[in-house]
């Protein structure tokens, strides 16, 4: 690039910068956004099933049966409460109130201490499967931790025949902030990327102001760069402040390379770029670039990135879709990154593909956009 081009991409660079910081709203959706939502998703959403609230029903008082209900009430996921009946905590059921009941019949003890089996009614609101779930699961495994328990007081083993010993690994605390937080990085840089980029051709063409730049020397590279090269600064710096926020505020472990990070980032976020340029190009105007940016980009990385929901329970055909969408691959590398480290092959293979819808959408820009008036 010779010195009269560097001229004209530095130009077109200052003038894109003077209109963000004359424009609040492109400050705001790239410094103040990503703090609000990090926020948000960090205190205000969680996945993790604590205080489940339970009703204890027990028909009989004695030892065995207040040794049960002890163990559910110093557990840390249960937040249970006593009933005289099964009708007291089944209306407390209908009324949401609880969300499972135990229920140790009046015959619990007799059949624990003959050795028999001592069942124990569990009922649990179905309305929410997965909480369903998970609850019914939590009812079982401190049933039977207590079962075992108080098998070894009687001097008895209880006969398993499979003995699990469970490892977890990457996210040992089985905390949902430690998955939200990195995969919620990827929904910022898109919205940053997508919806600011959405805006810059479109706003001149509103203005009336791309005939003005049709009639200087600037070559289409030349302007595509001066107008991108600012808002790719902008959303690095708005994926720098939510990294730090990610690890100093909530704790999340960085294990892979911070360079291989920001590679990695520089990468989607030109992609995200390219995707809002495009959207930009073809609407020519900024409401509707700025609605189909969120439709396209924002909800499917939101709903289809593996974000929130798991992609491998969603239908095969879907699962397919999810390969169209940008956020998925970078969702994965920063899950991976901040986890489990620089695993290669996962981050490799994710950046491949993301550099495939870069020349993709690249393409396309480079064919919709045009220096003249059509």
Do not use: C
Not at 5 to 15: N, Q
Not at 75 to 82: G, M, T, V, Y
Not at 151 to 171: D, H, T, Y
């Amino acid at each position: 690039m010779n010195a009269s081009a560097r001229m004209r991409v530095w130009g077109m660079i200052r003038k894109e910068s003077l209109q963000i910081l004359r424009d609040p709203s492109s400050i705001s959706i790239a410094f103040v956004m990503p703090v609000v939502l990090l926020f948000l998703f960090g205190y205000g959403v969680s996945l993790d099933a604590k205080d489940i609230a339970v009703g204890i029903v027990i028909e009989q008082p004695d030892t065995a049966s207040d040794a049960l209900a002890g163990a559910f009430e110093r557990s840390a996921f249960f937040r249970p409460q006593r009933f005289e009946s099964i009708q007291m905590a089944r209306q407390a059921l209908d009324e949401h109130r609880i969300d499972g009941v135990v229920w140790l019949r009046s015959d619990f003890s007799t059949r624990l201490f003959s050795g028999n089996e001592a069942p124990i009614g569990v009922i649990v609101n179905g309305v929410d499967s997965n909480q369903a779930n998970i609850t019914k699961r939590y009812i079982e495994g401190a049933w039977l931790a207590w079962l075992d328990h108080y098998a070894g007081i009687r001097g008895q083993s209880i006969l398993m025949p499979v003995e699990l010993e469970s490892r977890v690994w990457f996210n040992a605390a089985l905390s949902s902030r430690l998955f939200l937080v990195p995969g919620l990085i990827a929904i910022i840089m898109t919205l940053i990327g997508s919806l600011l980029t959405a805006m810059v051709v479109a706003r001149e063409w509103e203005r009336g102001t791309m005939e003005a730049l049709m009639a200087t020397p600037l070559r289409m590279t030349e302007m595509l760069a001066g107008k991108l090269i600012p808002y790719f600064v902008l959303g690095m710096g708005g994926m720098l402040l939510s990294v730090a926020l990610a690890v100093w505020q909530f704790d999340v472990p960085l294990r892979g390379s911070f360079w291989l990070l920001m590679v990695s980032s520089a990468l989607f976020m030109l992609v995200a770029l390219a995707i809002g340029l495009l959207i930009s190009v073809v609407s020519k105007n900024q409401f509707v670039a700025g609605q189909v940016a969120i439709i396209a980009t924002f909800l499917p990385a939101f709903i289809l990135s593996g974000f929130l929901f798991d992609i491998n329970s969603m239908p095969e055909v879907i699962q397919w879709l999810t390969h169209l969408i940008p956020a998925r691959y970078f969702v994965a590398i920063l899950q991976t990154l901040f986890l489990a480290g620089d695993v290669w092959p996962v981050v490799l293979s994710n950046m491949g593909a993301l550099l495939l819808m870069l020349v993709f959408f690249a393409v396309l820009v480079w064919h919709k956009t045009g220096k003249g008036l059509e």
